[in-house]
């Protein structure tokens, strides 16, 4: 009997060996199975990140255009806003400018002198004022006095011939003053040129 109990004792022992043998396979599986799972969800979410990370970055990209299309409007606006305010406006300096001669004029007008000599001092000193003024803005007269003709500066209305060679070329009368403002021709000048 001993040989039994030790028979079932062994055998005991060795069923127990086999248990744990198994329990710890099953435990292997077990980890193995998690791993494999593990490692599908990380290649899902390694799947998944890039996707949701372009995604991220297409929304934030949607934004900025959205931002800058916003900002580019609104710089739009404000420029096409500015520009008709220069055009409604943009004479006020010049206008500044003229009105205290316009002041003079009625004055002049309100006077009730009768004296030709002080009336033609007063229209004088009016077109000097009046002279200033452009002149303030950036508006010159072309010169014409004995200058060779310029067909940037002057306009040849008409040819005088028989003038001789030294007036061949030139300018000999200058009919309408040409102006230029800021070295901008904005009226020629009409001349008559010798031939």
Do not use: W
């Amino acid at each position: 009997m001993s040989k039994e109990k030790e028979i079932k004792i062994d055998d005991a022992n060795a069923n127990e060996k086999v248990d744990e043998q198994q329990t710890e396979k099953q435990a292997e599986q077990a980890q193995t199975d998690n791993l494999s799972a593990e490692d599908g969800k990380e290649k899902e979410t390694e799947e998944l990140d890039p996707l949701a990370k372009a995604e991220q970055e297409v929304e934030s990209l949607k934004k900025q255009l959205l931002y800058k299309t916003a900002e580019f409007e609104n710089y739009r606006k404000r420029t096409l806003k500015e520009k008709a305010d220069l055009i409604l406006n943009g004479g006020e300096k010049t206008i500044a400018a003229i009105l205290p001669i316009l002041d003079d004029f009625e004055r002049a007008i309100a006077d009730k002198s009768e004296d030709p000599k002080v009336i033609k001092e007063g229209v004088q000193m009016i077109f000097n004022k009046f002279s200033k003024a452009l002149e303030s803005l950036g508006v010159k007269k072309i010169e014409t006095q004995d200058k060779d003709f310029d067909v940037d500066y002057h306009e040849a209305v008409a040819m005088v011939p028989g003038m001789g060679d030294d007036k061949k070329g030139k300018v000999i009368d200058c009919i309408q003053t040409g102006y230029t403002l800021n070295d901008k021709v904005i009226r020629h000048a009409k001349v008559a040129v010798g031939q």
